[in-house]
T-cell receptor
C-alpha cells in the first residue's frame, strides 16, 4: 500500500512563527500536493509539485511556500504564521501515467495558530 | 478542469444500497472519474476510478453512462461505518502537472 506520512498530527504555533510541515511518500510518485481543509470550504489546493525542485501554485498559495529537494519529500512552509492559517493540512501524492489510480493522502496535520 | 456537482447530503439505513450521483457535463476525453471517501479528522481515501461503463471492486461499483456526463457511485449494503463524506473528482491521469481539485462532496449519514 502507498504510504503518505505527515510529520505531525497536531501542532500549536504562535503568530509570526515560521512553521514547517513535512510530508514523505514511499511510492516514488512524481506528483505531490498540499491542501488545507476548512469547515464549509472543502479541500483547497495550496501548492503542488510534479518533479524534484518543481512547484506550481494552487488556488490559495498566499502566505505559504514549498520545498521539494528530494522526490519522496514535500515540505510546506508558513513563512509567518497567522491565526487565519489555523486549519487541517493534508499532503497527497500520485503517480504519472495512463490509468494511474488515485491520489493518496496522509492523515493530516491539524495546525492551530494562537 | 471539469467541474463536478453532487448532492450536499444523503441519509440511508444500514443494509441498504446507496447510490450517489455526480454530474460533470464538461468532462474531457482524457478525464477519468475518481471517488474518494473521507472520515472526520482523516485524509481522503481512494475508493474507485473509472473511464466508462462499469467498474467494480471490493468496496463499491461505479457506473458511467455512454456520454460520461455523469457517474454514480454505488455502495452495497451500507453500514454505520460508511458514514463519511464522498467526493467525486474528474481529471486526466497522465499529466504530470495534474491538479486534483475537490468539490464540496456528499455527506452520507447511515442510520441504524
Amino acid at each position: 500500500d502507498v504510504k503518505v506520512t505527515q510529520s505531525s498530527r497536531y501542532l500549536v504555533k504562535r503568530t509570526g512563527e515560521k512553521v514547517f510541515l513535512e510530508c514523505v511518500q514511499d511510492m516514488d510518485h512524481e506528483n505531490m500536493f498540499w491542501y488545507r481543509q476548512d469547515p464549509g470550504l472543502g479541500l483547497r489546493l495550496i501548492y503542488f509539485s510534479y518533479d524534484v525542485k518543481m512547484k506550481e501554485k494552487g488556488d490559495i498559495p498566499e502566505g505559504y511556500s514549498v520545498s521539494r529537494e528530494k522526490k519522496e519529500r514535500f515540505s510546506l512552509i508558513l513563512e509567518s504564521a497567522s491565526t487565519n492559517q489555523t486549519s487541517m493540512y493534508l499532503c497527497a501524492s500520485r503517480g504519472t501515467g495512463v490509468g494511474t489510480v488515485g491520489t493518496f493522502f496522509g492523515q493530516g496535520t491539524r495546525l492551530t495558530v494562537v | 478542469l471539469a467541474k463536478t456537482t453532487q448532492p450536499i447530503s444523503m441519509d440511508s439505513y444500514e443494509g441498504q444500497e446507496v447510490n450517489i450521483t455526480c454530474s460533470h457535463n464538461n468532462i474531457a476525453t482524457n478525464d477519468y472519474i475518481t471517488w474518494y471517501q473521507q472520515f472526520p479528522s482523516q485524509g481522503p481515501r481512494f475508493i474507485i476510478q473509472g473511464y466508462k461503463t462499469k467498474v467494480t471492486n471490493e468496496v463499491a461499483s461505479l457506473f458511467i453512462p455512454a456520454d460520461r456526463k455523469s457517474s454514480t457511485l454505488s455502495l452495497p449494503r451500507v453500514s454505520l461505518s460508511d458514514t463519511a463524506v464522498y467526493y467525486c473528482l474528474v481529471g486526466a491521469t497522465n499529466t504530470g502537472g495534474f491538479k486534483t481539485i475537490f468539490g464540496a462532496g456528499t455527506r452520507l449519514f447511515v442510520k441504524a
